[in-house]
Nanobody, 115 residues
Framework: QVQLVESGGGLVQPGGSLRLSCAAS????????MGWYRQAPGKGRELVAS???????NYADTVKGRALIFRDNSANTVWLHLDSLSPEDTAVYFC?????????WGQGTQVTVSS
């Protein structure tokens, strides 16, 4: 088991930026991949970005060019930085850790983009 604790959500104005963090309760090197997902009202959960043990990243088309995912293994933390926010980015953002075929999830943090 692992606890994933997200922080950094809140209300952001259109065009603004945010940085979310996810702290894992144990060694992040145990997980072959860390990622951020989001779920907007009435929609399914979708991948935003992921990063594997080798540092290879993957981004959803909707955030390419304005998102950055990075990790600090010594701090067992992964971050998501997202620029040029629009109301379409409004969602609950979830941290994910993948260990083999097992997925762990954080409790989610709300991001609302509105003026």
């Amino acid at each position: 088991q692992v606890q994933l604790v997200e922080s950094g959500g809140g209300l952001v104005q259109p065009g603004g930026s945010l940085r979310l963090s996810c702290a894992a309760s144990r060694n992040m090197l145990d997980f072959n991949r860390m990622g951020w997902y989001r779920q907007a009202p009435g929609k399914g959960r979708e991948l935003v970005a992921s990063i594997n043990l080798g540092g290879v990243t993957n981004y959803a088309d909707t955030v390419k060019g304005r998102a950055l995912i990075f990790r600090d293994n010594s701090a067992n933390t992964v971050w998501l930085h997202l620029d040029s926010l629009s109301p379409e980015d409004t969602a609950v953002y979830f941290c994910n850790a993948q260990e083999g075929r097992t997925n762990y999830w954080g409790q989610g943090t709300q991001v609302t983009v509105s003026s």
